[in-house]
């Protein structure tokens, strides 16, 4: 007798789940979706001008024959005299037969 009464009851059981989920009485909750933004127009480039490489002139050479050559200072390499100044200039790092110029003077003067 258990068993003729075990389906239905398993039937009401069941009756009972799907009618439970499919109820009216409470409101249905679906995930909410955020709008997405829309999409803000790029503007539209300006064209770049194009790029030239500025000119470059070198400074103007003096003459050879208004300017002269330092003199060595003797036993510091790397430093000059000017005649008539003994005020010693640090030349190092410029190459020989390069324009200088006294910091203290102004006097323009070949790196020997």
């Known amino acids: ?22 109820s009216t009485d409470r409101p249905v909750q679906r995930p909410v979706q955020e709008a997405l933004p829309t999409p803000k127009p790029s503007p539209t480039p300006t064209p770049t001008p194009a790029l030239t ?27 000059v005299t000017l005649p008539g100044n003994p005020a010693l200039i640090d030349v190092r790092g410029l190459s020989p037969g390069e324009q200088a110029k006294d910091p203290v003077t102004g006097q323009l003067f070949l790196v020997p």
């Open 1 to 22: 007798m258990s068993r003729l009464l075990l389906v239905p009851v398993v039937a009401a059981f069941a009756a009972l789940g799907i009618a439970s989920c499919n």
């Open 53 to 79: 490489a500025p000119s470059v002139t070198p400074p103007p050479v003096q003459s050879t024959g208004d300017v002269k050559y330092a003199k060595p200072a003797p036993g510091k390499p790397g430093f």
